[in-house]
């Protein structure tokens, strides 16, 4: 079962423009973690914010966690050409103890020179 | 440098031959785990490893076997593949940071079962 539902699925934008990506999930969490994956390649771990964090920075990337709306969005700043890529919020699976990331569906970002 | 390192990266077979594709870490992580990423389904887990001897299933187990002999290495076994595993794969390591588990993954296995 997907715990992160993401939003949009799909998002253009010209470079020097923000991004903005949605995740909701359904359980409670421990913290909440944003993957960017390339064209075909392995997921790079971007940020990780814990569940009694609010908002968390990283150089251009801006997260925050909403656990009473069990939501959390990324924000890239500035985007630019190589931010092109799929972006993914996971969460730790608490209830089986089984140390599974479950990943939401994902955000495409395309980011236009 | 810390890496995942997944082998072979692309592998083209026929329905029933086995196959084998091969995983290590360097960063000397108890935890392991293989998915695959299928369009519209997302990444799903396969198997995980806690340590050495320890795996375990996880939500689609069904055609795959693992091994965990040594703690770098986790190969993913297809003992007869068939069209419907063909997919996109990747191993994982977990680490543990000051907020919690991430994880560091391989480069992916495209595999084509035809």
């Known amino acids: 079962s997907q715990q992160g539902e993401e939003d949009p699925q799909?998002?253009?934008?010209?470079?020097?423009?923000?991004?903005?990506m949605n995740c909701s999930y359904k359980t409670s969490i421990n913290n909440l973690q944003?993957?960017?994956?390339?064209?075909?390649?392995?997921?790079?771990h971007l940020i990780l914010i814990r569940s009694n964090e609010r908002e968390k920075h990283s150089g251009r990337l801006r997260v925050t966690l909403d656990t009473s709306k069990?939501?959390?969005?990324?924000?890239?700043?500035a985007s630019r050409a190589a931010d092109t890529a799929s972006y993914f919020c996971a969460t730790d699976d608490r209830?089986?103890?089984t140390g599974k990331l479950i990943f939401g569906q994902g955000t495409t970002l395309q980011v236009k020179p | 440098e810390a890496q995942v390192t997944q082998n072979p990266r692309y592998l083209i077979t026929v329905?029933?031959?086995?196959?084998?594709?091969?995983?290590?870490q360097n960063m000397n992580h108890e935890y392991m785990s293989w998915y695959?990423?299928?369009p519209g389904l997302g990444l799903r887990q396969i198997y995980y490893s806690m340590n050495v001897e320890v795996t375990d299933k996880g939500d689609v187990p069904e055609g795959y076997k693992v091994s965990r002999k040594e703690k770098r290495n986790f190969p993913l076994i297809l003992e007869s593949p068939s069209p419907n595993q063909t997919s996109l794969y990747f191993c994982a390591s977990r680490w543990t940071g000051a907020g919690g588990?991430?994880?560091?993954?391989g480069s992916g296995t495209r595999l084509t079962v035809v």
Request: proline share 0%; aromatic share 8%; net charge positive.
């Open chain 1, 95 to 97: 209830s089986g103890n």
């Open chain 1, 10 to 20: 799909a998002l253009s934008i010209q470079e020097g423009e923000n991004a903005t």
């Open chain 1, 70 to 77: 069990k939501s959390s969005s990324l924000l890239i700043t």
């Open chain 1, 34 to 44: 944003w993957y960017r994956q390339n064209s075909g390649r392995g997921l790079v």
């Open chain 2, 101 to 105: 588990h991430g994880y560091t993954f």
């Open chain 2, 15 to 24: 329905t029933g031959k086995k196959l084998t594709v091969t995983c290590s």
């Open chain 2, 36 to 38: 695959r990423q299928d």
